[in-house]
């Protein structure tokens, strides 16, 4: 089932969310919805407070060509992040058609329970570096927005919130 897409500003975005306790039916289906919900999009990843769920939950699928390799992280953790750093310009679907290059550690090892409730680890690189760190930061109620000045991000926000009046009254 697609979800609807919190749009920045909302409080559920700056909140910093829970940990998972138990992999459950609710949560498989969570994870399912929200892959859904990102392909739909579409998009490259997604976190559990942009659908309205403040749990520690994240799908990404970083495969722009070729066979999709969809994830979902439950509980994701950086165990280490690299001092080689990339850019990337970043977007994200709770801040529609907004993008701003990001610096982030170019690699990060993470640690996260997958839908069987297994520990798996991996390192990232490349886009799939920066994409795991930008739905992470989602968990702790963090938007790639937050990197910029704070100028920038005023006229971001403002942009998004005249967005959100117009879906309002459409
Ligand atoms: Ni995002």
Redesign the pocket.
Known sequence: MIRPILIHPDPRLKKVCDPVAEITPEIRQLAADMLETMYDAPGI???AP?VGVTKRVIVMDCIKEGDPEPMALVNPEILWSSEDVSTYEE?????PEQYAEVKRPAEVQVRWLDLEGQVQERQFAGLWATCVQ??ID?LDGK??IDYLGPLKRQMITRKMEKLKRERARA
Do not use: D, M, T, W
């Not at 977007?91 to 801040?95: D, E, K, P, R, T």
């Open positions: 990843g997604l976190a942009q977007g994200c679907l709770s801040i930008h739905e989602h938007l790639f």
